[in-house]
């Protein structure tokens, strides 16, 4: 059964740092391009950021450029974001999610249940 | 980038209603467009992968069609089940953008 669970989501001061995690279980994870998606409660959904199997491509959107890096390891079958700077607007919960595998397509075919991240004073 | 544009925003519907979503992409994506369903407190479910294909274990009720910039989402029949939130999202371009939502409601 294919699981995505993420972990490390909290309270944070604004320019803070925090570092999500997403533990993959299930089926091949190097073989799965993998994104981040954030949504503010109440609100739509917000593409994040991009990272293909090897880890050798990643993109971003504009709002996080230059404040987040997506990573991961394969050996652990684990995926991360690393947000620095954070801001109020930041606030969310982060979702990891899987596209199928070997780039047959690029919609998100499973996703985890979601991590909070509250960014205030 | 690509933006996407559902409407409408919010739908008033009965169960037994045929509902159709649109989205309108601002330049061509092919068929790259999936559409997802979502619940409070739950994480995004796909039903339609590029335009119009059904994901597994979705009911016959829900179809995709379209190509370049606009695409439907119809239920041909509304059940209880299928009061929630749709979105739309395109995968041509590196950034997976989403539509704004659509919510169904009971009329």
């Known amino acids: 059964e294919v699981q995505l669970v993420e972990s490390g989501g909290g309270l944070v001061q604004p320019g803070g740092s925090l570092r999500l995690s997403c533990a993959a279980s299930?089926?091949?994870?190097?073989?799965?391009?993998m994104n981040w998606v954030r949504q503010v409660p109440g609100e739509g959904l917000d593409w994040v950021s991009y990272?293909?199997?090897?880890?050798?491509?990643?993109y971003y959107a504009d709002s996080v450029k230059g404040r987040f890096t997506i990573s991961r390891d394969n050996a652990k079958n684990s995926l991360y974001l690393h947000m620095n700077n954070l801001r109020a607007e930041d606030t969310a919960v982060y979702y990891c999610a899987r596209e199928p595998p070997w780039a047959a397509t690029a919609y998100f075919d499973y996703w985890g249940q979601g991590s909070p991240v509250t960014v205030s004073s | 980038d690509i933006q996407m544009t559902q409407s409408p925003s919010t739908l008033s519907a009965s169960v037994g209603d045929r509902v159709t979503i649109t989205c309108r992409a601002s330049?061509?994506?092919?068929?790259?467009l999936a559409w997802y369903q979502e619940k409070p407190g739950k994480a995004p479910k796909p039903l339609i992968s590029d335009a119009s294909i059904l994901e597994s274990g979705v009911p016959s009720r829900f179809s995709g069609s379209g190509s370049g910039t606009d695409f439907t989402l119809t239920i041909s029949s509304l059940q209880p089940d299928d009061f929630a939130t749709y979105y739309c999202?395109?995968?041509?371009?590196?950034?997976?953008?989403f539509g704004q939502g659509t919510k169904v409601e009971i009329k």
């Open positions: 299930g089926f091949t994870f190097s073989s799965h391009s």
């Open positions: 999202q395109q995968y041509n371009s590196y950034s997976r953008t």
């Open positions: 990272i293909s199997g090897s880890g050798s491509t990643v």
């Open positions: 330049q061509s994506i092919g068929s790259w």
